[in-house]
């Protein structure tokens, strides 16, 4: 029980101060269970990232269900579910109730076209990481940051970078075959 206290409130602080998706949250799920608490070591934590990716739904809310059932069973993914879920919906809870005078603030505006670049700074950190302990380098990692870059820097939909990505990466390798 005690380890399971413990994996709720290390994901309630992360899914409380980290902004932008559940892959700008990995850096610090790896520190505080990786480096930190030493709960798993670097391989089994790319492996659950791996199946993590395969599985539906949204990315946080999947890592934190994988590593609480790796580390402390059902018990221990419940709480980092719930750790992983109870500061966003807390948070647009708030927000959703605050919303209706400010939506059209320039204050507001301006504070989340400001949170987007971040956003995509702190999903490129995982993404080196990953690349350099896998060995990826060169054309999947130009992708990868070129991705990053249009989705950070242009008006562009991401929906649209990503299809326009993995149908190039299919006519790439598919030629290659």
Not at 148 to 175: D, E, K, Q
């Amino acid at each position: 029980m005690y380890q399971s206290w413990q994996l709720f409130w290390v994901f309630f602080k992360i899914g409380a101060f980290t902004l932008g998706s559940g892959y700008a949250m990995m850096p610090q799920i790896r520190r505080e269970l990786v480096t930190r608490r030493k709960w798993l070591d670097d391989d089994e934590f790319i492996d659950i990232v791996a199946a993590t990716q395969s599985a539906p739904g949204p990315i946080a809310v999947n890592l934190a269900v994988f590593l609480g059932l790796r580390i402390a069973g059902v018990k221990g993914m419940i709480a980092t579910a719930f750790g992983a879920v109870l500061p966003s919906f807390a948070i647009i809870l708030m927000i959703a109730m605050l919303f209706q005078g400010i939506q059209n603030a320039p204050l507001f505006v301006a504070a989340f076209k400001a949170v987007k670049p971040a956003s995509v700074a702190l999903i490129l950190v995982p993404v080196f990481t990953i690349a350099k302990r896998t060995g990826t380098v060169g054309f999947k990692m130009f992708l990868s940051v070129a991705a990053a870059c249009l989705v950070a820097f242009t008006p562009l939909s991401p929906i649209y970078v990503v299809v326009a990505f993995a149908a190039g990466g299919i006519l790439y390798y598919g030629r290659k075959k």
